[in-house]
């Protein structure tokens, strides 16, 4: 009895999400959450934008500039939240044909592409950060910031996005039982 007992914790304890898994879903949704509320915000920010203009002919001046900086983190920050959900746009004319170990290849593949990307572009926008941050580069127009602030959401949607991948390919390759 005291061993059934055991293999049933055992079972039991090999279902649980891994430590870094919980802890990275927990980011990921957290920043999914974070991008809903800038959608919500930038919503609210066009509205005031275009009653200012229409009805008070008083225009936010950097109300265009803001939305952009808004809507890349927007997308940044909600991306690896999409790929967690399975929301990103896939093309399944032969993965729905393979099963098996093959399916299983044809999704590790595709996480492997996701974390390839998202490095590609997490390590160009750190080397682009970095040299804003030496150079002292600021931005134009109506809103004068250092350039690399507007940056930092992409380099943390990309973080994400790769390990959001490498989780999804740790699980293709060791799936739960």
């Known amino acids: 009895m005291h061993e059934q007992n055991r293999e049933g ?3 039991a304890a090999s ?3 891994l430590f870094p898994d919980r802890i990275v879903t927990g980011l990921v949704r957290l920043c999914g959450a974070l991008s809903t509320l800038l959608i919500l915000w930038i919503f609210g920010q066009i509205c005031v934008a275009v ?5 008070f002919d008083a225009p936010l001046q950097w ?3 803001m939305s952009g900086y808004l809507l890349v983190a927007v997308v940044m920050l909600g991306a690896a939240e999409a790929l967690r959900r399975g929301d990103h746009i896939g093309i399944d004319l032969l993965s729905n044909r393979l099963s098996g170990a093959r399916a299983r290849a044809q999704a590790a593949l595709a996480h492997l592409a996701v974390m390839v990307f998202a490095a590609v572009v997490g390590i160009s926008i750190w080397d682009s950060i ?3 941050r030496r150079f002292g580069s600021y931005s134009i127009g109506y809103i004068e910031i250092q350039t690399w602030i507007p940056q930092l959401p992409v380099v943390l ?11 999804r390919l740790w699980r293709t390759l060791r799936p739960l039982p």
């Open 9 to 11: 914790a055992k079972t």
């Open 157 to 167: 949607g990309a973080g994400l996005l790769f390990l959001t991948a490498a989780l």
């Open 63 to 65: 109300n265009d500039q």
């Open 15 to 17: 279902r649980l999400p």
């Open 51 to 55: 009653v200012r203009r229409y009805v």
């Open 130 to 132: 970095e040299f804003a």
